[in-house]
C-alpha cells in the first residue's frame, strides 16, 4: 500500500537539498563546531500527539543528505495511525549529523503528518458515500508532498495542476455554451478530464448532456445537491453518469451531511492549507567516543 | 516601513518560479487554450476575512513572471491591516494570464497573510514589555517568506538558520561546562551571538556569569520566569545584561502572562508553523475584445 | 487560436537558456570577437521547403535573450502552412548578436517545424473520423516542446507523463481482472482518466464493462478494429462509450484505412520521434555602421 | 575503444534528470501505485531492427537514478552493430522501478541508437579516403550526446561550440581580405584551429597563403573539389596543407563521389539532426512475490 | 578539531560540479580518448612550497564526483603545517578519471591552502593580544570556501553576509544619532550582534554608551587605537564591554603593533582576498593494465 | 575592441545571481532595513590605485539585478588603463540598493582588474617577440570570466577546457610513440589542435615530424629554447611550423629573456590564479529624499 502513499523520488530530493541549503548558509551549523571530536549519538523520532503519519520519506532523506553513514532503523510508514509518545524510527551516528539534521527532519515530519493527520478528521467524519478530494490550493513549490500527505490521511487528490485536466468555469464560458465548450475541448483533447463548474440545475444539465466527465457543483446546500444528484441520475439512466463534486465552504460540521447527498467526491482546501501541523519531538541520547 | 517587511528580492524570484513550473507542468494550462482571442479582463484581489496582509511581493511576482503585459494596480503593502472585503490590488490584461496567475498569486497571499494575520494574535495578546520572535520550525524551503510575514504580523526574527549565531544546549556540552562552552565559542566566533539554553536556574546563573549574549529559559512558570529575571538584574548590576527568552508551550492563553514577567523576548513556533491561511478570492471581470 | 498551439513559456525559456549554454562555453563566440564595431545587420529566416511551421516563440527566446535590442519583425505562427521560400520573420540589430543567436535559433525552428510538417502529413493522409494522436516516445526532456510541434501539424496530444491519467497494461494487471484493476484505479484515482490495453476482443468486453474511459486496441488489423468498434458500441448503446484508440505500427500507408475503422483516434510515434526536420535558412545582410 | 565514445558523465546525469522529472510530474507513475507490493521483474532491451547501438551509458543511468537497487547486466556497447532481435542488456528488481524506468531508457536508447544507425549510412557510403564530420544543426541542448552517437556511428565531431575554433565566413569578413581576417584570428587567438569558408577557388587560393588550419569548400561539385585539392597541394608542396572540407547538400546518394575527390572531411547535417530512431523495446517477465 | 574548519557539504558538492561542468564542455577530455584501455595509475598530491593546507574535502569530493571507484587515501588535513615536498594525499585507479582530475583537484588545494598559508602569516605576525578576522571581500560565489580556508590558517570569520548581523555605517545614519541608530536596530534585531562604524572617539564614545555589541575602529593609527581601548574601558566598568575591531589598511608589517594596542579583532581583506596561491603537484605513477 | 574582451552574456547572469544570493542569505540586509524610507545616492566607483580595468560587465550586472531602476553611468572599459583615482563609473538612485549592490560590485571589480593589471606587467615586460598565454589553473567555476580579464590584460588565452584541443603529454603517450600518438589523435579529432609536451630536444623533433600544431617546450632555459627554435625552422623549411609554447616557472624577472628567444608564446599561470587585487572604491553622496 505504501507506494501509493510515496510522494515523487526527485521531488523529495529537491526538496531537501533547498531545506538543508537555507539552515546552513554560509558557514555551516556554528554551534556543532563545538562538539568533540568523534562524539555521537542515537536519537528517535517521537510523536507528542496522536495522529496519522506522513514525510517519512522526506525525513530518512534528510539523514541521508545530511550523512550517509547514519544507521536508520524506520518504524512507522506513511498512512499508519500512531498514538501520543510513540516512536516512529531511530538513527544511530556521528552526535554533529544528528544535530544537523534534527530541525529539518522534524519540520517535515510535523509539516506532512500534520497534513495526514487533518485530513483524517474530515475523513472520518464523512460518514456517507462520497470520497474526499484536495484542491490546488497548496503552499507554494510543495505541492507533490502535500498531495502524497493528502493520500495519507485517506483521501483522494484533485487535479495536480493546469494541465492535468480541463476545468470550464465561467470565465471560460465567455460567449459560448457549456455544449460548445465541451465540445470544443473534447475536440482538442481528447481521453483528458472534462470537468464543469455549475451554479445552477440549468447548469447541470447543460453538462450532463454535453457529455461532460465531472460537475463541480459550487456551494448548493445538501438538499440542492441531492437535486442536482437526481437530475443526473435521470439524464443518463443506465449509462455513464459524470462524476459529481460538491465543493465551496465545506468544513467539519457540514462534510457528513454533503457525504450522504449521493454526490461522488467533496472536495475541500482545508484538508492541507494552513492545517495545522503534529507535534513530533527528536530524543537524542548523547555519548562521548572514547 | 515596507522596506524591513521585505522577503529578500531573489528569493521571491525563485520560489514563485517553482510555484509556477509546479502548476503548468507539462503542457501549460489546457483549459485557457479555450478562451477566445484576445480577451482581456480586470481582476481584483479581495480579502474574505479581517487580517493583515503580507506575500503582495509574491502576489506581484506571479504577475510579472505569467505576463509582464499585465497592468498591476497595487493597493495594501505587507503588514496593513485590513478589514472583510478589503480590496488589496487590482491587475488588468489578457484574460488567460490572469487565470494562469489566479491560484498560484492566491496560495501566496493566503498562506503568507495566513501568518502575519497569526503572527498578530500573539502579539496582541501579549501587553506587556516582552517581544515576540518566531522559530526555526518553518515550512521547508520557504523560510525567508514565513520570516518575512512574521515581520509583517509584528514579530520579530530568531536565528534564520545555523550559521546565524551560536546555540548552545546540553547536547552541545558534553563534558562541558557552560563556561568552557561559550569561552570556546567566544573564542571561535568572536562577534557572533552565543545563546544558551537554561532549564534551571543554576544554568541560568553559569551563562550570565559566562558572559552569554542571550539565555533561553525553557519550559519555566511565568513565577520561575520572574525569578531567573531577577536572578540575572542581581548579577549584572550597572552593566549590560543578556537577552532573556522564555521558550516552550507557550500560547495564546499563556503569553499575556509571560510577557509581564520581565524577559525580553517570546518565542514560539506557533506564529507561522501550522498558520491557519487567511481567506482571500479574485473577482474576475473579463469581456472578449472586439 | 496560437494559445492553443504554444509551448509553455517557462519550458521556452529554459530549454533556450540551456541551447545557448551549450554553444558559447566556455569563451563566446571567437569568431564575433573578430567584427568591426558597430556592425549591424538585417537578417530573414526563409523557408527552403513547404512545410508547416513551428517552434517560432523558441526562435523568437533565443534572440531575446542573446540581444534584448535586437528588433523582431516575425510573420508566420505556429501551424502556418508556408510554401518553399517563404519568410518567417526577420531581425535587425547588432551583426554580433546575429550571429551568435543564427544555428540554435534555425536548430528550433528546423527541428519543431519538421515535427509539425510531419505530423501534417499524417493528420492529411488520415481522411476518415478519427483524429491523430502522438505518443510518450520523444527526445528526452523536450516533450512540451515536441507536443506543441505535433499541435502545430493538426494531431493532438496524448498522456503528456506518468501522471496525467492511468494506462493499464498487462503487467499492471498481474494477477487482476480488468474489472478489479479498472476499480481499483477508480477508487484510488477519481476524476482521472482510465486507459486499458486490450489485444483481444474478450479484453475490449471487459475494459467496457469495467468502465474504463478509453481502450487502447493495439496492434489489430482494420477489421479486428471494425470489430471491436462494433462490440463496444453494442455494449453502450445510448450511453457514453469508451475512447477507442489505435495503436501499433500504423504508417503513412495504413494510416487512412484505419481512419476509417470507426475508432476515435490513432496514435503513433512517427510524428514526432525521428522526424526529419524542415530546412529553413538565415540569409543576412550586414553592413558596416559609420 | 568505448571511452572514445563515451557522452561525458555529467552531461549525462542531468539530461536523465531532466528526462525523468518530465515524465513523473507532479505526482509520480499512478499506474506503478496499483502494483501488488513487492512483484519484481527481469526484463531485457532487444532491438527490433539491425543498427549501431548507441545511449547506453543514459539507459543505464535512467535505471540507476530510478532505483539503485536495479541489477543491471549489460550487454553491448555503444559502437557495437547489432542484429535484428539482439538482446542489448537486461535488469531485473521492483516491476515498479523498471515500468518507470522503462520509457525514458528506450527513448534515449532509440534516439541515440538512430543517429549511430544512421551516420553508420553515411560512413558505410563513404568509400574513399575523406572522412565524415557532423556539425553544430544538433537538437538543442542535447549535443553532447548526438555527437558521441555520431562517434558510435564511425564519423567525426566537427565544432562542438562557438568556442572551440574559429570560422570565419562572409560576414565575418566585412571589409576585411581574407589575408588580414586570418591575420587577426591568428594573433587573438593563437593555438586554436581558424577555419575558413570558400565558394570560389580565389578564396581557395587566398586562405591556403593566410595559413588558414582548414578551408570549408561550400557547394563545390566533385569535380571542382578536385580542382580546389589540387590547387592547395601546388601552394604548399611539402609543407602542412590545411584541412579540407566538403559541405553543402551532400547525402547518400552523392558521398561516395566527394570521398574520393582528396578532400579530407565532409561535413553533413544529416547524420544526425532529424535522423530516424531506431526501433528498441523492453521484454518485461513480471512475476509477484511471495 | 577538523569539523570546525570543514566548508559546508553541500557548498562544497555543488562548487566541484561547477568546477567539472567548465572544464569538461561539450565533448569531455578529448586527450583521455586516447589512453589505453584499462590504463591505471597511481597519484600523489605533493606540496611544492612549505604552508598551511585546505581545501582537502573539495579535492576529495573532485575525485569523487568524476569516478566514485577511485581509491582515495588522504593524508593531510586542512589546517595542517606541511614542509616542502610533503605528500597530502594518494589516489588509485583509471588513469583517464586521473587526469580529469587532476586540474580541477588541483586548482582548489592550490587557491585554498594559498589562503591558508596567507592568513597563517597574518596570524603569526600578530603576537599581541587581538585575534585576527577576515572580511566580506571575497571571490564571488566561494565565500564559504574562502572563510573555511581563513579558518584553517588561523584567523576567525567575520560576517558572513548581509544578514547575519547589523553594520551601521554612516550611510545607514543618515539624519540619525548613533543612539537611535541602535536603538532601531536593537528594536527591530533582537539577539543580533549590532557593531557601529566609528571613525573619531566621540563616535566610540555613542556606540559604547549606545549599547553596541561591537565597534568598528576604522583607520585609527595603534595610538588612537590605544585610546580607544582606554575610553571604552572606562565607560564600561565592570560590564561587558563591545568587542573592539581594529580596521583600514593594516598588512603584515603593521599588524603586530596593532595586535598590542588592546582591541580584540584585526579585521584585513588581504588574508584571502588576492592571496597567492601554494604550490601543489600531482606526481603521476602510470601504467597499462595487463 | 570591446566585444573581444568581454566574457558571455550568460556566465557574467549565472556568477552575479550566484554572487548576490551568497551575500543576501537568508534574511537580506538586515542593516537597510533601518534606512529611511526612500532615500536615495549617487555613487562613484573610484579606483585608488593605476592600474587596467577589467569586470565592468559583472559590476553592472550586479546593480541591474540588484535594482533594474538604477542610472548607470559608466566611464571606464575593460582593458583600459587607468590612473589613481579615476572615477570608472558611476550609479544613482536608491540607497538601499546601492548598498546591497556596493560590496559584490567591488568585489568583481577588484578581483577581475587585478588580474588584467598583474597580467599587463607580464606583457609589457616581455619586449620580445612572443606573446603570454594564460593557462588552465583558475579559480574554480571563475574561468571564462578570469580569461576576458586575462585578455583585458593584453595576454592571450590559451585552452578553455579539455575539450578544446588536444594536448599530449607523457601519460597520454603510455607505449605509444609521439608519431603514433598524434596520428591518433589527428585520426579522431580531425580539425583540432594537437599540443604535444616536450621536455628534450628529440621530443621535439619528433613532434614536428609528427605534423604536431604546437609544442609545448617545458622547463627549457633561454638557450635551450633557442636551439629547439632554430631545431624546428629547419626541419619546416618554407612549411608551416607548429606554434612553439615556452612553461614553467616563468616569472616577472625571467619573461623578458624567454620572450626575445623566438618561441611564440610563454604560458605562466601567474597571469590571473593568486593574482593580487585592485583597490577599488566606491563613494556614496547620500541624502534623504523630502
Redesign the interface.
Known amino acids: 500500500?505504501?507506494?501509493?502513499l510515496?510522494?515523487?523520488?526527485?521531488?523529495v530530493r529537491e526538496?531537501?537539498?533547498?531545506?538543508?541549503?537555507?539552515?546552513?548558509?554560509?558557514?555551516?551549523?556554528?554551534?556543532?563546531?563545538?562538539?568533540?571530536?568523534g562524539?555521537t549519538?542515537t536519537a528517535t523520532f517521537v510523536v507528542r500527539d496522536a495522529g496519522v503519519v506522513a514525510g517519512t520519506a522526506?525525513a530518512r532523506e534528510v539523514l541521508r543528505?545530511?550523512d550517509p553513514d547514519l544507521e536508520i532503523d524506520w518504524g512507522a510508514s506513511d498512512g499508519e495511525r500512531v498514538g501520543e509518545l510513540a516512536s516512529i524510527g531511530s538513527v544511530t551516528g556521528s552526535?554533529?549529523s544528528i544535530?544537523?539534521a534534527e530541525?529539518?527532519a522534524?519540520?517535515?515530519l510535523?509539516?506532512l503528518s500534520?497534513i495526514a493527520t487533518n485530513t483524517a478528521r474530515y475523513v472520518d467524519a464523512a460518514s456517507g458515500s462520497a470520497?474526499v478530494?484536495d484542491t490546488?490550493?497548496?503552499?507554494?513549490?510543495?505541492?507533490?508532498l502535500e498531495?502524497a500527505a493528502v493520500r495519507a490521511g485517506g483521501a483522494?487528490?484533485?487535479?495536480?495542476?493546469?494541465?492535468?485536466?480541463?476545468?470550464?468555469?465561467d470565465?471560460?464560458l465567455?460567449?459560448?455554451s457549456i455544449d460548445a465548450?465541451v465540445a470544443?475541448?473534447r475536440d482538442?483533447?481528447?481521453?483528458?478530464?472534462i470537468?464543469v463548474e455549475a451554479d445552477r440545475l440549468d447548469q447541470v444539465d447543460a453538462a450532463t448532456r454535453a457529455?461532460a466527465?465531472?460537475i463541480l457543483l459550487d456551494n448548493m446546500s445538501p438538499d440542492e445537491l441531492r437535486t442536482a444528484v437526481g437530475l443526473v441520475a435521470e439524464l443518463?439512466?443506465?449509462?455513464?453518469r459524470p462524476?459529481l463534486?460538491a465543493s465551496g465552504g465545506i468544513d467539519l460540521t457540514t462534510i457528513d451531511a454533503v457525504s450522504h447527498t449521493g454526490v461522488?467526491?467533496i472536495s475541500t482546501s482545508k484538508l492541507c492549507?494552513?492545517?495545522?501541523?503534529l507535534d513530533i519531538g527528536l530524543d537524542?541520547d548523547?555519548?562521548?567516543t572514547t
Open positions: 500500500m505504501s507506494r501509493y510515496d510522494p515523487p523520488r526527485h521531488d526538496v531537501v537539498a533547498r531545506a538543508l541549503a537555507e539552515d546552513l548558509t554560509p558557514l555551516g551549523d556554528l554551534s556543532a563546531t563545538l562538539l568533540p571530536s562524539a549519538a522526506c543528505q545530511v552526535l554533529e544535530l544537523i530541525r529539518p522534524l519540520n517535515f510535523m509539516y500534520g470520497k478530494w490546488r490550493k497548496t503552499t507554494p513549490g510543495l505541492r507533490s498531495k483522494r487528490n484533485h487535479r495536480g495542476n493546469l494541465s492535468d485536466w480541463i476545468m470550464l468555469k470565465n471560460h465567455m460567449g459560448m465548450g470544443l475541448a482538442r483533447w481528447p481521453g483528458r478530464t470537468h457529455g466527465d465531472a443518463c439512466g443506465e449509462g455513464r462524476l463534486e461522488d467526491m492549507f494552513g492545517a495545522p501541523t537524542i548523547a555519548r562521548a
